[in-house]
């Protein structure tokens, strides 16, 4: 049975990649605190937390992450939101703004799933617009999709303009 977790996720948090590199972070804090444990205190300054983490523990969720209790919830439940997080993945002609894959995931992490992760990419041969793939479906929203679907339409228009 797999546990729902409580955590809510920043919009910083985007792909499977960001929860894999957030475990490792928490991982070498608790490493740190182990071995600073077993040497004398301010031997070693502690390692610097990113913006992300910070974001994820302390703003977002209320976690110490000086807490080794806490520092242990919070890796459980980022192992949980890899499990159960779908995973949806969307390709774009060019690159897209981190704002704009902001509003996407704000909006997916809204209407679809709190946990919703993206998986970026790059396709030139969409044109215009994005492709969106989930594990069962595909949702093209491409300008080369909707040329193909109006192409009996676009070759009458031709045909009336150049004159049969």
């Known amino acids: 049975m797999v546990l729902k977790p409580n955590l809510v996720l ?23 605190f ?3 444990a077993a040497r004398k205190a301010g031997a070693a300054p502690p390692p610097r937390v990113t913006r992300i983490l910070n974001s994820l523990a302390t703003e977002t969720n209320k ?3 000086l807490d080794a209790k806490q520092r ?6 980022l192992k949980t939101i890899q499990a159960i997080a779908p995973v949806m993945h969307i390709s774009f002609a060019s690159e897209p703004s981190p704002q704009a894959i902001e509003r996407i995931l704000v909006w997916l992490r809204t209407n679809i799933h709190p946990y919703a992760l993206l998986q970026v990419g790059l396709q030139p041969t969409i044109a215009a617009g994005c492709v969106l793939r989930t ?24 045909k009336g303009a150049v004159g049969d």
């Open 10 to 32: 920043p919009s910083a948090v985007v792909s499977v990649g960001d929860l894999n590199r957030l475990s490792r972070e928490l991982s070498s804090l608790n490493d740190f």
């Open 34 to 36: 182990l071995s600073a």
């Open 63 to 65: 976690y110490n992450l």
């Open 72 to 77: 242990q919830n919070l890796a459980q439940e």
């Open 135 to 158: 594990t069962n479906q595909v949702f093209d929203m491409s300008l080369r999709s909707y040329l193909d679907r109006q192409k009996d339409y676009l070759v009458a228009l031709v």
